[in-house]
């Protein structure tokens, strides 16, 4: 027999997942936004900030995708 998966901690590891997916693209944003502003932005701020912007933005959408699907899944 297999033990069953309850809600909660397949939500815990999601939401492990989704701040370990944060932390990665808000650092690869930054990265990103710094090499950008070092080369063609005359080392201005604004492609740092938007760089990180971008990569919150799409840790945030993954996530909110992979949470509904989960409960939308559990709910029927």
Known sequence: MTTPVYVEEELGRKWDRCFS?????FGGGIVLGSVFSLLFFKRR???????????????????ERDINATIRNRSL
């Open 21 to 25: 997916d944060a932390l990665l693209k």
């Open 45 to 63: 701020r604004w492609p740092v900030i938007l760089g990180g912007g971008f990569g919150v933005g799409m840790a945030y959408s993954n996530c």
